[in-house]
């Protein structure tokens, strides 16, 4: 049976937010699955190893409106696509007719989605009610990121003893969603003053001012900067790491996934949604909000308290 999942969200922690419910369908139908996504979800090289995927197809939209999937010609060349690749079934994690169109153009007989047109939801609720429901299994919404022991291994080699291993995530999709880099440097100080740390600098190119920045304190040199690094590379390293800090980014579901320990710093996204799906995942929020306050629009990373950071790291570290 060729089973198809559809996944349009954008971003490397939805990606993995997904994973057990595409796990458990593989799981279910007895067979690895091909799942379409979008290139910025960096499936390719997050699930490079996962024996639960078959085939990464890349889903080609844009907010501009001029990818290869976009309007009309998009929905027909999409539709085209998936006929010649003759699925028997298709589960679509999205509210959306287009993807219903397509797949009906595409024909594929079993298809299962969610409600159409539902304008919100709970990311991770919506999808574990959707895959029970479709299955008629318990899911756990616990992400499980796939790695070979020997990456894993090579990179510990790596790791000297002497120290405590510390990823940070300092990246975010948004300023509003960040806390200031100034505070992270002045954490990253007290840590190491109380424990010999190395840090791991979770963030790409475009956050090259903020990587800048530590590489140019006084920690400089105990950090090491994943900005040249393939997604791929640093999975291994985060693997050994003693514990993960930083904002809500993909890195802190990577690192979840890969089943260290995470303190996440929400500011101004949904709790309820990204902060508590995974027991490896302990959450601050900014002061005078509650997990089911902290959401959209918070806008809240002056209150989150230094002190309480730096208290919830230490206990976490030891």
């Known amino acids: 049976m060729k089973v198809l ?19 458990a369908i593989s799981k279910k139908y007895k067979t690895a699955v091909s799942i379409l996504v979008k290139e910025n979800s960096r499936a390719n090289q997050l699930l490079a190893e ?47 007719l287009r993807y219903l ?27 574990k009610i959707f895959t029970e429901n479709e299955l008629g299994d318990i899911v756990s919404t616990q992400p499980e990121l796939i790695i070979s022991n020997d990456k894993v291994n090579k990179a510990k080699q790596k790791f ?27 954490l990253c100080i007290n840590i190491n003053a109380r424990t010999p740390t190395k ?8 956050d090259k001012d903020l990587i800048d920045q530590f590489l140019n304190s006084e920690l400089s040199n105990n950090c090491i900067s994943f900005k040249d690094l393939k997604i791929s590379e640093t999975l291994p390293i985060i693997k050994n790491c003693n514990l993960y800090i930083g ?44 997990e089911e306050t902290t959401t959209h629009d918070t806008l809240g990373a002056d209150k989150i308290s230094f002190e309480k950071v730096f208290n919830v790291s230490i206990k976490l570290l030891n």
């Not at 490397?12 to 595409?22: C, E, S, T």
């Open 5 to 23: 999942v559809i996944q349009p969200k954008i971003g490397m922690g939805d990606m993995v937010i997904y994973l057990p419910y595409i796990h």
């Open 101 to 127: 169109l397509i797949s009906k153009i595409a024909g594929i007989k079993n298809i299962s989605q969610y409600p159409l047109f539902r304008k919100k939801d709970n990311v991770v609720t919506s999808a």
């Open 199 to 206: 840090f791991y600098l979770a963030a790409g190119n475009n």
């Open 247 to 290: 904002n809500d980014t993909g890195w802190l579901h990577i690192s979840s996934a890969l089943g260290i320990k995470c303190l996440a710093l929400f500011m101004d996204s949904p709790v309820q949604a990204y902060g508590k799906y995974s027991k490896n995942i302990e959450v601050i929020v900014p002061e005078g909000e509650t």
């Open 160 to 186: 000297s003893r002497e120290f405590k291993h510390i990823c940070l995530g300092i990246s975010a999709s948004g300023p509003t969603k960040r806390w200031d880099i100034k505070n992270f440097i002045k």
């Open 50 to 96: 996962d024996k639960y995927i078959k085939e990464i197809l890349i889903l080609d939209r844009t907010k501009n409106n001029s990818g290869t999937h976009d309007g009309l010609s998009g929905f027909f060349k999409l539709s085209k696509d998936l006929k010649f690749k003759e699925f028997d079934k298709v589960f679509i994690f999205n509210s959306s």
